[in-house]
């Protein structure tokens, strides 16, 4: 077995681990399953890679993120290290030759999505296969406490049966404490087991800033405070919207998105990374394993619906340890569109069972037919079809997917790839049958070697410039082979796939699970609640995440717009404790009224007395009866 520091020296140049990751490697080559919680930029992926190469085997990760797979697959082989990904909306034959390559041993990682592990054929390859380490990316989807469940990820358990003496990794950037339980529980972990890092980000400053007018706040800080930016926005034309603005006022920006082309998304991100595009508005698509260490301000100008998710989008400014600005601007208004999007997110059975029946009749899909099958799906397309409002129509896709009916990826970049199949004499003849496509073929014997023997990767833009014709140009001369008989050509894709889990059943018989419907909607709500607390509560921001995700007694940071006093409707910390105690050594001899409880106080104080008071009956730690007022036994 290789040394870990010799692998992290040999293939990625440092010569020391950053804080936690050796810990962790040394608990999986010691073969304990391992929860690995470790907020955004903390290298995650060196603790599974690092170990895959130390010994023998192949490591399988498991990721729902289809463009972080391919990113880290692409990064791997750059380091001369042998990693595959297979992911739903690949060609069956291309599956099959990496997934045969794995069984040979010449593949070191093995990157799966979720969807991927109820294949027979994944699951039959798996068993010849000798795994030596089974990670788990992201791994808060795996529960039903957490801000992203996604039910394939329920299928792991099942892997483990087939791999009973293959330790776990589990990875996250966020969980509370009853996400890390439930994520041991699910993964079946011998015994628990938790590397943590610190969530507190002592160079980052958390700043809630009540504004109306939020356009004008947003120039003020860009101006103020130089360097790098992100600013999280809600929707695609809002992107667009502010990155246009900005570019006009002379601000170097770029919008992107989901609805970008990946071509377009890594063009964009790309430009951004080597700093030539200062500010990236953006929707939550972007970010996920981007490392730019050197992000001075990240900027939402909506509130999210989960702490879980602004945590992991805020923690992307200041990975270099100098002092960033997590920003968010808050209007009341934020409030009443979170519990907005909160009703519509939960549609009636009715609803999602006229969705699913226009999703069979759209794919042409048999009653009894269907598991397993992949398509190619534009919400925005499908929705127009059968004239289906866009946004209900989601939040059933999505309810759809919980119950395990249906999968939806993010866009998939599958290049082109072409296959001759003919012999060399007869694709001769060919071409001087037809002297149109005889520069095409020549450049392509060139370019794709083995092309005879299977299927291989068509570079059909390079080509497309060399030759001085269009890429659809192209397109037509191969279309028109493959109708000859010359050869087999697969186009190029790249649009999101929508894949059946299940055999298509008649709509009417659809079911779906009451008792966790009732949870997830809870679950949901709860995560709304305490996001609108975070940026209306008097206490200091970093203590609040920090409580969030299960750490107690933490001290003011000092650095956000409570501590610092930025907004005189906020209480400082100190006010805040002392009359809090106040309040309870009050009520510690029993319940009172209202007016006496401010009564004890003076008049000019009231404002703020209410103001606790409020948010304490909220929390549950005074009960109120309309009447009077006792500070709840139970806390």
């Not at 972080?68 to 697959?73: E, F, H, I, R, S």
């Not at 997110?345 to 999602?352: F, G, M, N, T």
């Not at 023997?453 to 030759?467: G, M, N, T």
Request: proline share 5%; charged share 25%; hydrophobic share 40%.
């Amino acid at each position: 077995m290789s040394e870990p520091l010799d692998i992290l020296s040999r293939y990625w140049g440092y010569d020391s681990f950053r804080p936690l990751q050796a810990e962790i490697i040394d608990d999986v080559l010691s073969g304990r399953d391992t929860l690995a919680l470790m907020p955004t930029g903390g290298g995650k992926s060196i603790c599974f890679q690092v170990p895959a190469l130390a010994r023998e085997g192949i490591c399988i990760v498991i990721s729902p993120l289809i463009s972080l797979m391919k990113d880290q697959v692409f990064q791997l082989q750059k380091r001369g290290i042998s990693a595959e990904a297979v992911y739903s909306g690949m060609r069956h034959a291309d599956i099959d030759r990496i997934l045969d390559n794995c069984v040979l041993g010449r593949v070191k990682l093995l990157y799966l999505s979720p969807e991927r592990l109820t294949t027979d054929l994944a699951r039959e390859r798996i068993k010849r296969m000798k795994v030596n380490l089974l990670a788990v990316d992201e791994a808060h989807c795996i529960s039903q406490w957490g801000y992203d469940f996604r039910p394939a990820y329920l299928n792991i358990a099942e892997l483990r049966e087939q791999l009973p003496d293959t330790p776990v990794l589990a990875l996250t950037a966020t969980a509370t404490p009853e996400v890390v339980t439930d994520i041991q529980n699910r993964l079946q972990f011998a015994a628990h087991h938790v590397q943590s890092k610190s969530f507190r980000r002592s160079n980052l400053s958390y700043v809630v800033l009540h504004e109306e007018g939020k356009w004008n706040k947003l120039l003020d800080i860009l101006r103020k405070v130089p360097g790098s930016g992100v600013i999280y926005v809600r929707s695609r034309r809002k992107s667009a919207e502010i990155a246009t603005h900005l570019s006009r006022l002379g601000i170097s920006a770029d919008a992107y998105h989901a609805g970008l082309t990946p071509e377009e998304r890594s063009e964009k991100q790309d430009a951004w990374i080597a700093g030539k595009t200062r500010i990236m508005v953006a929707t939550n698509a972007f970010g996920m394993g981007i490392d730019k260490p050197d992000v001075r301000t990240v900027i939402h100008t909506e509130l999210p619906d989960s702490l879980e998710a602004y945590f992991q989008e805020a923690g992307r400014a200041g990975r270099d340890g100098n002092r960033a600005y997590a920003v968010l601007l808050y209007q009341p208004a934020d409030s009443e569109r979170l519990h907005r999007q909160y009703e519509v997110s939960h549609p009636s059975l009715e609803d999602v069972r006229r969705v699913y029946r226009a999703l069979g009749n759209y794919f042409q899909l048999a009653v009894g037919a269907g598991k397993g099958a992949s398509f190619d799906f534009e919400l925005a397309e499908f929705s127009s079809a059968y004239k289906l409002n866009a946004v209900p129509t989601w939040n059933a896709l999505r309810i759809l997917e919980q119950e395990g009916w249906i999968s939806l990826t993010e866009a998939v970049f599958v290049p082109p790839s072409l296959h001759i199949i003919v012999s060399k004499e007869q694709l001769y003849d060919y071409q001087l049958r037809n002297r149109q496509s005889d520069t095409l073929i020549k450049t392509i014997l060139r370019t794709c070697q083995g092309a005879f023997l299977q299927p291989v990767r068509f570079p059909e833009s390079q080509i497309a410039r060399f030759l001085e014709v269009s890429v659809t140009e192209i397109d037509l001369m191969l279309n028109r082979m493959a109708a000859d008989g010359i050869l087999r050509y697969f186009p190029r894709k790249d649009r999101p796939q929508l894949i059946f889990l299940e055999e298509r059943v008649d709509a009417a018989h659809l079911t779906w699970d009451n008792e966790r419907q009732t949870f997830l909607q809870t679950r949901h709500l709860d995560r709304i609640r305490k996001a609108i607390d975070y940026a209306e509560r008097p206490e200091c921001r970093n203590v609040q995440l920090l409580r969030y995700f299960g750490e107690e007694g933490a001290k003011p940071c000092g650095l956000c717009d409570v501590c610092l006093g930025r907004d005189k409707k906020y209480l400082s910390p100190d006010e805040f404790e002392h009359i809090r105690e106040e309040l309870f050594d009050q009520l510690g001899t029993g319940p009172s009224s209202l007016d006496e409880v401010m009564e004890a106080f003076s008049p000019k104080y009231r404002k703020r007395v209410l103001q606790v008071l409020h948010y304490l009956i909220d929390e549950g730690d005074i009960l109120s009866t309309g009447t009077e007022i006792r500070k709840n036994p139970r806390r």
